[in-house]
């Protein structure tokens, strides 16, 4: 179901960063596994970053390790997307995600998911 809202995209240049949101209204985000995941035209989904709802569980996709990461504002029942050191094949419509199960989340399952937000990498 789409009822999570995904916005801060945007262009930036090769080696810029960018900070996404993904907040809810309907329901409390920190109770919640977290998912990240982008597609490009033409390319399969590929699914960036996961955290659990205690934290305690991540995974990142190789290809984005080191440069990007999540973090939570349960007070704004936001949680964002820090990209760094962006690279022009990174172009995408970035997706979040959340399930009760983190476990779930990661296999493929979700409850909900945003509308997705454009991230132009380009000089």
């Known amino acids: 179901q789409l009822h999570l809202v995904t916005s801060g995209g945007g262009l930036v240049q090769p080696g810029g960063s960018l900070r996404l949101s993904c907040s809810a209204s309907?329901?409390?985000?920190?109770?919640?596994?977290i998912g990240w995941f982008r597609q490009a035209p033409g390319k399969e989904r590929e699914e960036l970053l996961y955290i659990s709802s205690d934290g305690d569980n991540t995974r990142y996709a190789d290809s984005v390790k080191g440069r990007f990461t999540m973090f939570r504002d349960s007070a704004k029942n936001t949680v964002y997307l820090q990209m760094n050191s962006l690279r022009p094949e990174e172009t995408a419509v970035y997706y979040c995600?959340?399930?009760?199960?983190?476990?779930?989340?990661?296999?493929?399952?979700?409850?909900?998911w945003g509308q997705g937000t454009q991230v132009t990498v380009s000089s």
């Open positions: 995600e959340a399930d009760i199960a983190y476990w779930e989340l990661v296999a493929g399952s979700c409850d909900y």
């Open positions: 309907a329901f409390t985000l920190e109770d919640y596994a």
